[in-house]
């Protein structure tokens, strides 16, 4: 009896639980390391690992355009964690971003430009980096339009014959609104970024990016992401009442009023024309019309504008829109006033428009 109990106990032992001694002919199997390759598939490739990879297949020639684009996609998912995006400088890899929105490939350009943006957005270390390195100034010649961009950047794009006209000039569109994310993403809550784009003349470049062929393949797009931003930064208390003198002075009170018509033409850019109407407003607004701007001097800690000749004005209250302005714009353009009487009539586009907008507009429509 007491032999089968010993016989039970000692074959219902688990591995792992102390079983009876017992002697063994069988020596034991040498312990083996696991393949690395097996620990990078059970537990995945480490973040700076897979950066270095993406990289790696980006600037490989041998590898085609597709595989690259989803290099690309692999490489913005990880930069949007901000630890990743500022493990782009101890890994070195900001250089080779930067030679990137060199490439002679479009694709490649606007995919670098929105890498770029994903790693500065809200991340105010990743702005100051950008900064540092003089990023913007790889960025601007992105903004220009396809007959510049197809100059400056020769290759692949500008001598192939299966390419027609319409798709450059979409893969240029595209290369501008990605630029345009990424100096979104410098500028915006962070001063010294916005000075950096004003002081390179950036404000025209937009201007000019808006003139330039404005019904042609993907224009509207972007048109609504450089109105978007202009918008937004008109409404940061930090930047007024400097940023809106400085589109005043650079004549976008003239851009509007002539391009307002065009956006009501189209029914896609409804949002990109309630943008446009609040800007125009906010461009006839004053903080305090009765200060003389050529003796103002700039208080301490503002943004730093006054150095683009734009004067720093301390509000002494709330905005105040000067109507007879805004009148005197509506009457220099009558294709406006057309445009607004049209929205005026248009119950679902006219919806779009805050009330406090539309309140100002009627109110100069009513002195014409």
């Known amino acids: 009896m007491e032999r089968l109990l010993q016989w039970a106990i000692l074959n219902s032992a688990t591995e792992g ?30 973040d700076s690992v897979r950066m270095r ?43 080779s971003l930067l030679t990137l929105l060199r490439d002679p490939e479009p694709v490649i350009r606007s ?5 770029c943006g994903t790693a500065i957005q809200n991340n105010p270390t990743g702005q100051a980096h950008f900064q540092q390195i003089d990023g913007l100034a790889s960025i601007m010649p992105l903004l220009q339009d396809a007959a510049s961009q197809l ?9 192939s014959t299966s390419a027609t006209k319409d798709q450059r000039a979409r893969e240029i569109v595209e290369v501008q609104s990605k630029a345009l994310f990424c100096i979104s993403a410098y500028i915006r809550q962070f001063s010294p970024g916005l000075q950096d784009f004003i002081g390179r003349h950036g404000l025209a470049r937009l201007q000019a990016a808006l003139r330039d062929n404005p019904n042609g393949p993907g224009a509207y797009k972007l048109r609504r992401r450089i109105y978007f931003l202009l918008f937004s930064l008109a409404q940061v208390p930090e930047y007024q009442p400097a940023f809106n003198q400085r589109l005043v002075k650079e004549g976008y009170v003239d851009l509007l009023a002539d391009q307002i018509a065009n956006l009501l033409a189209h029914s896609e850019e409804t949002d990109t024309l309630v943008n446009a109407l609040q800007l125009l407003v906010g461009l006839h607004a004053e903080a305090n019309p009765a200060v003389d701007n050529e003796q103002q001097q700039p208080p301490e800690g503002t943004p730093g504008l006054a150095e683009y000749g734009v004067p720093q004005v301390t509000p002494t209250s709330t905005p105040v829109v000067v109507l007879p302005q805004l009148a005197d714009t509506l009457r220099k353009y009558p294709g406006l006033v057309e445009a607004i009487r049209t929205l005026q009539g248009s119950t679902s586009d006219r919806d779009l428009v805050p009330e406090e907008t539309w309140e100002v507009i009627s109110s100069a429509m009513a002195q014409l």
């Open 17 to 46: 639980e102390d079983a009876p001694n017992r002697p063994s002919t069988t020596p034991a199997a040498p312990r083996r390391d696991l393949d690395p390759a097996v620990i990078d598939h059970i537990l995945g490739k480490d």
């Open 53 to 95: 990879e993406a990289f790696a297949t980006i600037q490989d020639p041998t590898i085609d355009l597709d595989t690259k684009e989803s290099a690309f996609e692999d490489l913005e998912l990880l930069v949007g964690q901000i630890d990743n995006a500022n493990n782009l400088v101890p890994l070195g890899l900001w250089e």
């Open 111 to 115: 995919n670098a430009a929105w890498i």
């Open 151 to 159: 100059t400056q950047f020769p290759g692949t794009a500008a001598e």
